[in-house]
């Protein structure tokens, strides 16, 4: 009999959890629109389209007239808000505290014009463009240590981080920019990552480590979801990604006594509960 385990740590961050209600509140009195996906996953996505969320992008705003649009956890940048206004547009601000908090900051550098500032986080996500949208386009987004040799070290430099990166990419980030600054140049670094959702890295080890199959659901544009998979790989080699329930092979269950079902931030846990439920299946039509 194949023990089937759910992550209690996994599933939507609080930012996520915010923004489904407001959408789903907002549902039942009138249509919405969202700009974006709402949550990185696919099922999730297709749930609420079913009530009656329309997923648009940021050129279909510019068309749109009188309408409520929802802005998503990830958050917007500025001019995201100047289309709004100019296309009598009601904006429902989904932005997550933690990121909201990050713009402002960011911004307040930006007026005081005395440093260039860095993002480390993913070019083109969704909350590293509303950052950057804080700086008018101004801040250097940096990847990995190799995107440094676009930086002027003689300049003074502030350094962020997209909410959703690892830490330990951070610190390497921070190390190599100490190393080759110039002694004239100011350094400053703001611990910018969310806790809820780097804390996960420890439990999810944790989890990994104590069964013999993981499977671990995310949606494959989940930048949260490729770093908690990585590390769940790390730990147990005999761990899979999957969307949805169908990707479960019975073969992956051969001789496996206990299975963890694990995911990302922005993984709900109906789903979760939903491939827990076929490989319970599967183990039975096995025997």
């Known amino acids: 009999m194949i023990k089937v385990e759910i992550d209690s740590h996994s599933g939507f961050c609080n930012g996520v959890v915010t923004a489904i209600r407001k959408a789903e509140t907002q549902l039942q009195e009138s249509p919405l629109y969202c700009l974006g996906d709402i949550v990185h996953n696919n099922s999730e996505v ?13 050129e279909q705003l510019t068309s749109l007239r009188g309408e409520k649009v ?3 956890a990830h958050g917007e940048p500025p001019s995201t808000y100047t289309t709004a206004e100019a296309n009598d547009i009601t904006i429902i601000d989904a932005t997550c505290p933690v990121v909201l908090a990050l713009q402002r900051r960011i911004r307040a550098t930006h007026d005081l014009h005395d440093s260039q500032i860095l993002i480390y986080g993913k070019t083109g996500h969704a909350e590293v ?18 995107a440094l040799d676009r930086v002027d070290f003689s300049r003074n430099i ?21 190393r080759r600054i110039s002694p004239t140049a100011k350094f400053e670094s703001f611990d910018t990552i969310c806790r809820q959702v780097a804390n996960r ?15 671990f659901v995310s949606g494959r544009k989940s930048s949260n979801g490729k770093v908690l998979f990585s590390q769940c790989r790390e730990v147990n080699p005999s761990s899979r990604l999957i969307s949805d329930e169908s ?12 299975v963890g079902v694990c995911g990302a931030t922005s993984t ?19 025997k």
């Open 70 to 72: 929802l802005l998503r």
């Open 46 to 58: 297709d749930r609420l389209r079913k009530k009656g969320l329309v997923t648009i992008t940021h």
């Open 129 to 146: 463009n509303g950052l950057v949208g804080q700086t008018d386009g101004e801040a250097i987004v940096i990847e990995n240590v190799d």
């Open 247 to 258: 990707e479960i092979r019975a073969e992956w269950l051969a001789g496996v006594r206990t």
């Open 268 to 286: 709900p846990r109906w789903l979760m509960e939903k491939i827990a439920n076929q490989v319970e299946k599967l183990s039975k039509t096995e």
């Open 158 to 178: 502030s350094l962020y981080s997209q909410t959703t990166m690892p830490i330990d990419g951070y610190n390497g980030i921070i190390a190599e920019i100490r």
């Open 201 to 215: 890295v420890t439990d999810i080890r944790r989890f990994a480590a104590s069964h013999e199959l993981i499977l």
